[in-house]
């Protein structure tokens, strides 16, 4: 395909991108270390720590994995909020020659047991908060042989103390649990400074993330990360946004609002790493639903860039203190994870005087591919132009090109689109064509100008708030539930959410009732994959080899065919 696209490239942006221009995301991270040593890098709970902290901290914690006998590519999950700790052990991990394992640290027991086995997971850096989820199933797990205990408090002096007394015994966020043999953060930190770190020989190719996302068969699969692939996408990023960047007024240092997971590719890709390289300030929201604390940490700053999905979006236009927030320094909000809507896109402008540029990724691809140029200030429903060194082709289910403007499976290639899937080459096999193109299995065209857009998914992915919920994962587990004969899921359109998980369940106990189905669910599933809504009924429509069709159940239900008129 030509690359038409760019032709509606800003001025200053470049066809393509050199992701070879570092050796690894080390040599990134030291870069930065070196050259902006004395800014601040992380601001939690009011605290601010330093590239020269950060410098300091994740060698010491390097040290203390190397310590352990943890050799290069072992990998150390992370299950932690956006708090201190979790740049600090991002850089640890890194520059200890190990892989990062990202967990959501909302996962019930069995969502994290599978991940911790399916990683190979040799040692976890996990906050107190959440220590009693990973007690659950620790016995499950024999090759986790070392667990490092984060608390809330840790990193924040004197204040910490408070902070520890209130989230312990006021608000009793922390369940009990019992780790024996688990190390306390700052425990670790100490031993760390006491010895020194030693640099493996990194190479482009080296696994730096196993990023875990799930599929059409519901089993979640790890996206094998590169350094070069983060690299890729970091470079395609900030050539992408150098123009928004350069307009008046001018700042000093980008201040960039981290309301998005760390643990997300989003957040990770666009907070950490890109802010990273800037020399830029992350604001770390370590729980952006309590918008009062959002909006107060909000009226303390002057953001640059605000990285987040539609429904916060949302939720802080429609605060009665957002208007108190200092929007002036606003350069860029950037939209993903989920569709932006263009009464919240359009509302966002008007109220703040920056647009939000609407763009598209996954976990596989690190995450961005495409994005709306900074130069567009009207919505356009458009997913945006492909980024640099980044190619997108319209396939049909052959693999075979189809003309612009006609509808298509959305297939990318670029140097950020991963090596594959976690030990799972078949499936790999399933998501590439012959001619090395990504099927990312979301429905799409090509406009004349190169602007892509998404139709529809191929999938039957329900996306709650951004993150991807499967429905054969849930309807898998909600068929345990012995009083379930069959069901079946939907996504619903939801005001809040974007979409919400709806459940149809045929009984098999007639005493069966709704508050049973999410009691149980609630035991068993991540808050924002557990059904919103629940209905009954005699049968579920089927194929006649006794298939379910979710497609019958979404044309059938009222809320669906209401969004559809």
């Known amino acids: 395909m ?8 800003p001025q200053g942006v470049p066809a393509e991108i050199n992701p070879d221009s570092y050796s690894s995301l080390v040599q990134v991270l030291e870069e930065s270390f070196k050259t902006y040593a004395s800014r601040k890098a992380f601001i939690s709970m009011d605290k601010a720590m330093t590239y020269a902290d950060l ?9 203390y994995f190397q310590s352990l006998g943890l050799k290069k590519g072992d990998r150390v999950a992370i299950m932690m909020p956006n708090v201190l700790q979790y740049p600090v052990a991002i850089s640890a991990v890194l520059r200890a020659g190990l892989t990062v394992v990202n967990v959501n640290p909302l996962y019930t027991p069995r969502e994290l047991e599978h991940q911790l086995k399916d990683s190979g997971a040799s040692a976890i850096v996990i906050l107190e908060n959440f220590a009693s989820t990973l007690e659950k199933v620790r016995a499950k797990v024999p090759g986790l042989k070392h667990i490092v205990l984060a608390n809330m408090g840790d990193m924040l002096g004197f204040k910490g103390t408070i902070v520890n007394f209130v989230v312990r015994k006021v608000k009793k966020l922390v369940p009990a649990y019992n780790l024996p043999g688990a190390v306390q953060f700052n425990a670790a930190l100490s031993q760390g400074k006491g010895m020194t770190l030693s640099k493996p020989q990194l190479a482009a190719q080296d696994v730096a993330f196993l990023q875990y996302t799930g599929g059409t068969t519901g089993v979640s699969k ?5 350094h070069r692939n983060v690299i890729a996408n970091i470079l395609q990023n900030d050539a992408w946004l150098q123009p928004v960047l350069e307009k008046e007024p001018k700042v000093d240092q980008m201040l960039i609002v981290t309301a998005l997971p760390l643990y997300h590719i989003f ?13 830029a300030c992350c604001l770390l929201i370590a729980n952006p639903r309590d918008l009062p604390a959002v909006i107060k940490d909000l009226r303390k700053h002057k953001v640059t860039t605000f990285p987040a999905v539609n429904t916060l979006y949302n ?3 429609n605060h009665p203190d957002f208007d108190k927030v200092d929007w002036s320094m606003l350069k860029v909000a950037n939209g993903g994870g989920m569709a932006v809507q263009k009464a919240v896109a359009e509302k966002w402008r008007e109220r703040t005087g920056a647009p939000i540029l609407e763009g598209y990724g996954l976990s596989e691809t690190a995450p961005v591919l495409t994005c709306n140029p900074g130069t567009n200030t009207a919505y356009n429903g458009s997913i945006g132009l492909p980024v640099p060194s980044t190619i997108i082709s319209i396939r049909d289910d052959a693999g075979k090109e189809l003309p612009l403007g006609e509808v298509g499976e959305i297939c990318a290639k670029g140097p950020q689109v991963m090596a594959g899937y976690w030990q799972r080459p078949e499936e790999t096999a399933k998501v590439m064509t012959s001619d090395g193109f990504f099927r990312t299995g979301d429905i799409g065209r090509i406009d004349e100008k190169g602007y892509v857009y998404i139709v529809d998914r191929k999938k039957d992915m329900v996306n709650v708030s951004g993150f991807n919920v499967y429905p054969n994962e849930v309807e898998g587990v909600m068929a345990m539930h012995p009083g379930v004969l069959e069901c079946a899921v939907i996504g619903v359109p939801d005001a809040a959410s974007g979409e919400a998980v709806k459940l149809f369940v045929v009984k098999k106990d007639p005493n069966l009732t709704e508050q049973d189905l999410l009691k149980f669910a609630a035991e068993q599933l991540t808050g924002y994959k557990k059904p919103k809504f629940i209905e009954f009924r005699s049968d579920l429509p089927k194929t006649n080899v006794g298939k379910i069709l979710r497609r019958e159940l979404r044309e059938s239900d009222p809320a669906v065919k209401g969004k559809a008129a």
């Not at 030509?2 to 490239?9: E, G, M, N, T």
């Not at 790890?222 to 590169?226: F, M, N, V």
């Not at 957040?267 to 020399?279: H, N, S, W």
């Open 2 to 9: 030509d690359k038409i696209w760019l032709k509606q490239y």
């Open 55 to 63: 410098d300091a901290h994740s060698a010491a914690l390097g040290a």
């Open 222 to 226: 790890g996206a094998t990360l590169t």
């Open 267 to 279: 957040a990770l890709t666009a907070c950490f790493f890109l802010g990273t390289r800037a020399g």
């Open 315 to 317: 939720a802080l236009l």
